[in-house]
């Protein structure tokens, strides 16, 4: 069974610009989620996604976004990029009502 | 506020000795904990999990205790290999609805010695 897909693997972006992430979860896993890793602060939260209905929102500002299809398939957009907006974003999908959550490797996402 | 707390950034142990990464949490709503193990350029990766009912769970090397009213949890591998070196990630999550929200400590980076 392939794993969760993230694409693309590495964006380098200017300051304004916007960005639209995409995931791939695995497939039968209907729940979506997507977290942010930067140095030292671990992973933080974003949104959660089941049945293109957002579940859960982590604290971070609107310019974040987020939807899923009806193929469960996950797209994830910053508009307005930040200089702090520099991370790995990590997707993950799971079984609804498991925690357990499976990763895809991350868009490494570079804002100049 | 840091509901998931990994003190201790990094560790550093011989290759067949015992490992031991420590978490503490505050939220005493958490009823389910989980341990992932990350290497660079790759996503966290599932590793051995536990449920409040529960004081400890067994997988080969590894070992998740419990400790509720401490509100604390530990990682034991044993014995470590050198394969084990990356940063592992505690994560704790409360029972609403099958909302598979995280919380996640900041991480601890193991590194095993041969």
């Known amino acids: 069974k392939a794993g969760v897909t993230q694409t693309p693997r590495y964006l380098i972006k200017t300051r304004g610009q916007q960005v639209t992430l995409s995931c791939s979860p695995i497939?039968?896993?209907?729940?979506v989620s997507w977290y942010q890793q930067t140095p030292g602060q671990g992973l933080q939260f974003l949104f959660e996604y089941f049945s293109e209905t957002q579940r859960n929102k982590g604290n971070f500002p609107g310019r974040f976004s987020g939807r899923q299809f009806s193929n469960s398939r996950s797209e994830m957009n910053v508009s307005t990029l930040e200089l702090g907006d520099s991370a790995l974003y990590l997707c993950a999908s799971s079984l609804l009502g498991t925690e357990k959550l499976f990763f895809g490797s991350g868009t490494q996402l570079s804002v100049l | 506020d840091q509901q998931v707390k990994q003190n201790s950034p990094s560790l550093s142990v011989q290759e067949g000795r015992i490992s031991i990464l420590n978490c503490d949490y505050t939220?005493?709503?958490?009823?389910?904990f989980l341990w992932y193990k990350k290497y660079p350029a790759e996503g966290p990766t599932f590793l051995i999990s536990i449920s409040s009912i529960k004081d400890k769970n067994e997988d080969g090397r590894f070992t998740v205790f419990l400790n509720k009213s401490a509100k604390h949890l530990s990682l034991h591998i044993v014995p470590s290999q050198p394969g084990d070196s990356a940063v592992y990630f505690c994560?704790?999550?409360?029972?609403?609805?099958?909302?598979?929200?995280?919380?996640f400590g900041k991480g601890t980076k193991l590194t095993v010695n041969p």
């Open positions: 939220n005493s709503m958490f009823d389910y």
């Open positions: 497939s039968g896993h209907r729940s």
């Open positions: 994560a704790a999550s409360e029972s609403q609805g099958g909302s598979e929200k995280l919380v």
